[in-house]
């Protein structure tokens, strides 16, 4: 059974990179940038205390995977992340692939000419999230989803384990990955009506 949460999402802009410390307060991390990209050196799968010039204090978690698949007819790598905060999760889905080109025959063996890395990242529209066998259908806009209330309460109770998303670009790509099982047990935190409350 597919289930469609409906709601605006709000656009978050990339930011600076962050910076990490340790908050005596309340033994959570503080990172000082809500940004995605490559090369982040975030705290990942862990509850974090948020502080962003731009977008405010706020607990959150970020999360990362990578692999290889297919896409477009290429072979690429696929890396996904994402920033799942009290209202909101919003995604960086990254694919890197190898261009390569030939040059003249030589020995009957094409030379090479070099290889490039090149990456794009897309943009989302649909997020679907498998949680036992319920799954949770969210529109976004600009790979930002919004969080009803009905989504975080499953979030906050999910069994232990990896979950199941699937993302689905505005071109109609589809990516199937998962969310670790440590950004699962921090959603326990990220998601207690007390943080979604103290975030509106």
């Known amino acids: ?12 802009s990339i930011l600076a990179a962050s910076a990490v410390s340790v908050s005596a307060a309340n033994d959570i991390r503080s990172v000082n940038s809500a940004a995605l990209g490559i ?3 975030h705290p990942w799968s862990e509850a974090v205390q948020i502080n962003d010039p731009f977008e405010g204090n706020f607990i959150g978690v970020f999360d990362r995977n990578y692999f290889y698949d297919r896409l477009l007819n290429t072979n690429s790598r696929i890396e996904v992340q994402s920033l799942w905060s009290p209202q909101s999760v919003r995604f960086l889905l990254i694919t890197s692939d190898r261009n390569c080109r030939t040059g003249s025959i030589r020995y009957g063996i094409p030379t090479n000419l070099g290889c490039s890395v090149v990456t794009n990242s ?29 989504l975080a ?16 670009t505005e071109n109609g790509e589809t990516v199937n990955t998962e969310i670790g099982q440590g950004t699962v047990a921090a959603w326990r935190t990220v998601y207690t009506p007390q943080t979604r409350a103290s975030a509106e």
Request: hydrophobic share 40%; glycine share 4%; aromatic share 4%.
């Open 153 to 168: 309460q499953a979030l906050q109770t999910a069994p232990e384990g990896n979950v199941s998303i699937r993302l689905v």
């Open 39 to 41: 090369s982040r050196n």
């Open 1 to 12: 059974m597919v289930r469609q949460v409906i709601g605006l999402a709000a656009t978050l």
């Open 122 to 150: 897309r943009n989302l529209t649909q997020l679907y999230v498998k949680l036992n066998d319920q799954v949770y259908q969210v529109s976004g806009q600009n790979s930002q989803f919004p969080i009803s209330n009905e």
